[in-house]
């Protein structure tokens, strides 16, 4: 998804999760704008959230071709999705990778795509959490 989608409090809630997963990393999209200036400042807030080892768990990716993209993906254990505003084709390519994708809907239109992703396959009462809470916990 998109670095405008990340909101400080989801990003807590990840390295919430990144803490009670061992060897687990957070695996980003680098954007070739202000991507390796963003990632450093990721890194530098999980460090200050707690996350030991901040550096080599949160891994960058840079832009590369849809094909690669997909095949990227397809080594991923889980997907979390952003919110309030969802990953919309960020979800849809996981699935159909083979990536589960954890959603927590919200009321808009744009924070319900991933539910309905999620519906069409069978999984909305599976993946999709109904707090931040709730989210960690799946």
């Known amino acids: 998804s998109k670095p405008f989608k990340l909101m400080p409090h989801l990003f807590a809630a990840w390295i919430r999760i990144l803490?009670?997963?061992?060897?687990?990393?957070?695996?980003i999209m680098e954007y070739p704008e202000g991507?390796?200036?963003?990632?450093?400042n990721l890194r530098n807030e999980a460090t200050?959230?707690?996350?030991?080892?901040?550096a080599t768990r949160i891994v960058a990716t840079p832009l590369i071709s849809r094909h690669r993209h997909l095949l990227v993906k397809a080594h991923a254990h889980l997907l979390l999705d952003t919110?309030?505003?969802?990953?919309?084709?960020?979800?849809?390519?996981?699935l159909w990778a083979g990536v589960?994708?954890?959603t927590?809907?919200?009321?808009?239109?744009?924070?319900?795509?991933?539910?309905?992703l999620l519906t069409s396959l069978g999984l909305?009462?599976?993946?999709?959490?109904?707090s931040l809470s709730d989210y960690e916990d799946l």
């Open 19 to 27: 803490q009670r997963v061992d060897n687990s990393v957070l695996w």
């Open 35 to 40: 991507g390796k200036e963003a990632m450093g």
């Open 48 to 54: 200050r959230l707690g996350l030991k080892g901040a």
């Open 83 to 94: 919110t309030p505003y969802n990953g919309h084709l960020t979800v849809a390519e996981a």
């Open 100 to 102: 589960p994708a954890l």
């Open 104 to 116: 927590l809907p919200g009321a808009r239109l744009a924070s319900r795509v991933s539910l309905s």
């Open 124 to 130: 909305q009462g599976v993946l999709s959490a109904r």
